[in-house]
């Protein structure tokens, strides 16, 4: 198997390390995996000593795992660096451990896109098992219904291939069910058909909040399902790598993704004639160039968010929601992301979660320490919350629940039952630990 490291290892604290530095975990053991050998070895030296096995590549979502003081950490590094795309069938097979970053390198030669993150740095596997929301969602729904297979191991130790023939109840439940249920080693996944896409990013003073959000809100209800597209409010730290206008500067982003660009073109006259934009706008670009569009940190950093799904934007709603992540806010980005389209059906044959409920995603995120302590964001996350109540759809997304640890308001309720029912099949004495778990 791959190395073991023990807490009384000097290699301890970096192999322990999640990418949100906030999730300070300490298990019994950590695993470096890099191939699919390591991982059955770790299970079965997990087994032998008594310990579960949480499985991660990045540990993007890793402050929602219990306590792994009875738990190897297994790290999943079995990407080589290479993805294998298939031009002719769409299809690129990715092993686990590999970024967003690694496969748009890949597919992008081939005039292909990806359903990809919000950042190139976003481990594809953990992406794939809460759903997968992408700038290409309104017209192609979520990423893991274009998932053809699955290669896992099992709780008990076997290597195995699932898809909608093979092992069909365990592919339902890895399609948006999470981590519960097997170790994803590799998958197949469906690749777009999309050299160049209209995309682009549009930044407004704070004090045009209001008229920019209504307008945006008023073009969502007659958008295309052809374009997707988010709306934030942000203050960006003082930084370098931060356009100079931005610094420091309260301010509010306006991006998104046009299969046509007549789309595009509408959403920015209609910005432009309520606001003039700090800098910015929307054109032809690259696909390869749209994981980078929403400027998400790539680097590890401690953070602290939450979300849920919204049925509406009313101006009530509007108001809301400018007040309570507005000024005096401890948040760096608060933010809604356009839903509907294809996102709001489920597909034939579709697994735990294929689609969302609901036209909005409100999210919010901070740094603990910039401005704020962690008690103090969590309890203005908490407020935010509570403030934009009225407006929920009482469900929320696997990715952007960050705060809870059970997967229940995460999938429908017939699906979390059937999960329950998977994973008392699949893994009866709950050897893997998930980050969002089905109690």
Same mark, same amino acid.
């Given at each position: 198997?791959?190395?073991?490291?023990?807490?009384?290892?000097?290699?301890?604290?970096?192999?322990?390390?999640?990418?949100?530095?906030?999730?300070?975990?300490?298990?019994?053991?950590?695993?470096?995996?890099?191939?699919?050998?390591?991982?059955?070895?770790?299970?079965?030296?997990?087994?032998?000593?008594?310990?579960?096995?949480?499985?991660?590549?990045?540990?993007?979502?890793?402050?929602?795992?219990?306590?792994?003081?009875?738990?190897?950490?297994?790290?999943?590094?079995?990407?080589?660096?290479?993805?294998?795309?298939?031009?002719?069938?769409?299809?690129?097979?990715?092993?686990?451990?590999?970024?967003?970053?690694?496969?748009?390198?890949?597919?992008?030669?081939?005039?292909?896109?990806?359903?990809?993150?919000?950042?190139?740095?976003?481990?594809?596997?953990?992406?794939?098992? *809460? %759903?997968?929301?992408? &700038?290409? +969602? /309104?017209?192609?729904?979520?990423?893991?219904?274009?998932? $053809?297979?699955?290669? @896992? #191991?099992?709780?008990?130790?076997?290597?195995?291939?699932?898809?909608?023939?093979?092992?069909?109840?365990?592919?339902?439940?890895?399609?948006?069910?999470?981590?519960?249920?097997?170790?994803?080693?590799?998958?197949?996944?469906?690749?777009?058909?999309?050299?160049?896409?209209? *995309? %682009?990013?549009?930044? &407004?003073? +704070? /004090?045009?909040?209001?008229?920019?959000?209504?307008?945006? $809100?008023?073009?969502? @209800? #007659?958008?295309?399902?052809?374009?997707?597209?988010?709306?934030?409010?942000?203050?960006?730290?003082?930084?370098?790598?931060?356009?100079?206008?931005?610094?420091?500067?309260?301010?509010?982003?306006?991006?998104?993704?046009?299969?046509?660009?007549?789309?595009?073109?509408?959403?920015?006259?209609?910005?432009?004639?309520?606001?003039?934009?700090?800098?910015?706008?929307?054109?032809?670009?690259?696909?390869?160039? @749209? #994981?980078?569009?929403?400027?998400?940190?790539?680097?590890?950093?401690?953070?602290?968010?939450?979300?849920?799904?919204?049925?509406?934007?009313?101006?009530?709603?509007?108001?809301?929601?400018?007040?309570?992540?507005?000024?005096?806010?401890?948040?760096?980005?608060?933010?809604?992301?356009?839903?509907?389209?294809?996102?709001?059906?489920?597909?034939?044959?579709?697994?735990?979660?294929?689609?969302?409920?609901?036209?909005?995603?409100?999210?919010?995120?901070?740094?603990?320490?910039?401005?704020?302590?962690?008690?103090?964001?969590?309890?203005?996350?908490?407020?935010?919350?509570?403030?934009?109540?009225?407006?929920?759809?009482?469900?929320?997304?696997?990715?952007?629940?960050?705060?809870?640890?059970?997967?229940?308001?995460?999938?429908?309720?017939?699906?979390?039952?059937?999960?329950?029912?998977?994973?008392?099949?699949?893994?009866?004495?709950?050897?893997?630990?998930?980050?969002?778990?089905?109690?």
């Amino acid at each position: 198997m791959g190395p073991v490291v023990l807490p009384d290892s000097p290699h301890y604290d970096t192999a322990r390390r999640a990418w949100n530095l906030h999730a300070d975990q300490r298990p019994a053991a950590v695993c470096v995996a890099t191939c699919v050998e390591h991982v059955q070895s770790a299970v079965a030296y997990a087994r032998a000593h008594g310990l579960r096995v949480a499985p991660q590549t990045t540990g993007h979502l890793a402050q929602t795992l219990p306590d792994l003081r009875d738990t190897l950490l297994l790290r999943l590094e079995l990407h080589d660096g290479e993805v294998e795309a298939d031009p002719v069938a769409r299809i690129a097979r990715i092993k686990a451990g590999a970024r967003w970053g690694d496969v748009v390198q890949a597919v992008a030669p081939h005039g292909l896109a990806v359903m990809h993150g919000s950042s190139p740095s976003v481990g594809v596997i953990g992406y794939l098992l *809460g %759903g997968g929301l992408s &700038f290409y +969602a /309104r017209a192609h729904g979520l990423a893991v219904n274009h998932v $053809r297979a699955f290669e @896992v #191991v099992t709780p008990d130790g076997a290597r195995r291939r699932v898809d909608h023939r093979n092992g069909a109840d365990l592919f339902y439940a890895l399609r948006g069910g999470g981590g519960s249920f097997a170790i994803v080693t590799a998958v197949e996944l469906g690749l777009l058909p999309y050299a160049e896409v209209t *995309g %682009g990013a549009m930044f &407004f003073p +704070a /004090r045009d909040a209001f008229a920019v959000l209504r307008a945006w $809100r008023d073009w969502t @209800v #007659v958008a295309r399902d052809t374009i997707t597209t988010t709306y934030r409010l942000l203050c960006l730290p003082p930084l370098p790598e931060v356009p100079e206008p931005l610094r420091g500067v309260p301010t509010v982003c306006v991006d998104g993704v046009a299969l046509e660009s007549t789309d595009a073109v509408e959403l920015e006259a209609r910005l432009r004639y309520v606001s003039a934009p700090i800098l910015g706008g929307f054109g032809p670009m690259p696909s390869a160039g @749209v #994981v980078r569009l929403h400027g998400d940190p790539e680097d590890p950093v401690p953070a602290i968010g939450d979300g849920m799904l919204l049925e509406e934007l009313d101006d009530w709603a509007i108001e809301t929601f400018l007040r309570v992540a507005g000024p005096g806010s401890p948040l760096l980005a608060a933010e809604l992301r356009q839903l509907g389209g294809a996102l709001a059906s489920k597909p034939g044959g579709a697994g735990a979660r294929g689609h969302l409920e609901g036209n909005f995603l409100l999210f919010g995120v901070g740094i603990p320490g910039a401005p704020a302590p962690a008690a103090e964001l969590n309890a203005h996350l908490d407020h935010y919350l509570a403030a934009m109540a009225p407006w929920a759809t009482g469900t929320r997304f696997t990715s952007f629940a960050e705060r809870r640890s059970a997967l229940e308001s995460c999938v429908p309720e017939p699906a979390l039952k059937r999960l329950a029912e998977i994973q008392r099949a699949v893994d009866p004495d709950r050897l893997l630990v998930a980050s969002h778990a089905v109690s």
